[in-house]
């Protein structure tokens, strides 16, 4: 797939931290519960950290008692994308950037406590945030 923002490897491996590198462009996961953003409460915008398109509000965050931020739906249109993951000997589906294609976390339909039933566990490490 062509990606609205594409580098080789080497750009990206000199643009992002070790960890950066390894969930964003590897599929990587961070260990629960260690991310930054996981207790974030402030009213802002979630962006992806590798190209920083707009990928989730707060108003759709929740607390899922997962370890990772979760949200119950991205922002309208198409600002992530996602993909059939079938790693670790299990199907899951995979959320990945649809501006640049790196990898965000994954999403389950085990929410029945939000209006989409959806929860989207992404990596902290993976997203930045901009209060509005």
């Not at 643009?15 to 390894?22: C, I, Q, V």
């Not at 974030?40 to 965050?61: H, I, M, N, P």
């Not at 029945?112 to 945030?129: E, H």
């Amino acid at each position: 797939m062509t990606y609205k923002v594409s580098k080789s490897d080497e750009e990206w491996r000199k643009e992002l931290s070790s960890e950066e590198y390894a969930v964003l462009r590897q599929a990587g996961t961070e260990r629960a519960w260690t991310g930054e953003l996981l207790d974030e409460k402030r009213t802002g915008v979630y962006r992806c950290r590798a190209c920083d398109a707009e990928l989730f509000r707060s108003d759709t965050k929740f607390d899922s008692h997962c370890g990772w931020p979760s949200f119950y739906s991205p922002l309208a249109g198409d600002s992530v994308e996602l993909i059939e993951d079938r790693s670790l000997g299990m199907v899951r589906t995979e959320v990945r950037c649809a501006t640049c294609g790196s990898h965000l976390g994954h999403v389950f339909e085990d929410a029945p406590q939000t209006p989409t039933g959806d929860r989207f566990c992404m990596n902290s490490v993976s997203l930045t945030f901009e209060e509005s």
